[in-house]
T-cell receptor, first 113, second 113 residues
Framework: DVKVTQSSRYLVKRTGEKVFLECVQD?????MFWYRQDPGLGLRLIYF???????EKGDIPEGYSVSREKKERFSLILESASTNQTSMYLC????????????FGSGTRLTVV | GESVGLHLPTLSVQEGDNSIINCAYS??????FIWYKQESGKGPQFIID?????DKRQGQRVTVLLNKTVKHLSLQIAATQPGDSAVYFC????????????FGGGTRLMVKP
């Protein structure tokens, strides 16, 4: 069964900490995405990557960075966590090109205190 | 469980009835559409997709209808079951090479026993 695996289901971090959210996919997908999901705001794209070492800003990149050193792994980094980054974070992957759905991970619920 | 969206439109149906969830899209250039289901505390799961050269596509207990004239997409669930309770999102692809999906805000389906 193909999968997108997010390393943690729940995380609690302190304000100012550097936080790493890890995502691994086993489908050899070129595209990988990070979204955050908040009540009333839907899915908002933070960053995406279409190839190793490539990254593109999404709609809300401020306060985040990403790393894609290997095709299967896409990491989201909160350089200095803040309480307004408390959210559900969803990783997804897809094939490159047009007309492919995304496969999502189960999500990481991050709480910054 | 975690609430995906506190201000989502909600559809409440009786178990065994058919459900119809609607989605309006705004970009006439969109030509690939997907429905996702998201259960509480989980990531979105692919349900069914449709390309713009089709008006209707059927899966197991689900049917997607596409009306390009009025830019409307619907998901029909036959014989709705308690396990169908979830938030349902539509997504559209505007046909760029990077396979970027735009997600709707979602509809919460509640199934009454």
């Amino acid at each position: 069964d193909v999968k997108v695996t997010q390393s943690s289901r729940y995380l609690v971090k302190r304000t100012g900490e550097k936080v790493f959210l890890e995502c691994v996919q086993d489908m050899d997908h070129e595209n990988m995405f990070w979204y955050r999901q908040d009540p009333g705001l839907g899915l908002r794209l933070i960053y995406f990557s279409y190839d190793v070492k490539m990254k593109e800003k999404g709609d809300i990149p401020e306060g985040y960075s990403v790393s894609r050193e290997k095709k299967e792994r896409f990491s989201l980094i909160l350089e200095s966590a803040s309480t307004n980054q408390t959210s559900m974070y969803l990783c997804a992957s897809s094939l490159l090109g047009y007309g492919y759905g995304y496969t999502f991970g189960s999500g990481t619920r991050l709480t910054v205190v | 469980g975690e609430s995906v969206g506190l201000h989502l439109p909600t559809l409440s149906v009786q178990e065994g009835d058919n459900s119809i969830i609607n989605c309006a899209y705004s970009n006439s250039a969109s030509d690939y559409f997907i429905w996702y289901k998201q259960e509480s505390g989980k990531g979105p799961q692919f349900i069914i997709d449709i390309r713009s050269n089709m008006d209707k596509r059927q899966g197991q207990r689900v049917t997607v209808l596409l009306n390009k004239t009025v830019k409307h997409l619907s998901l029909q669930i036959a014989a709705t079951q308690p396990g169908d309770s979830a938030v349902y999102f539509c997504a559209e692809n505007i046909g760029n090479a990077g396979n970027m999906l735009t997600f709707g805000g979602g509809t919460r389906l509640m199934v009454k026993p």
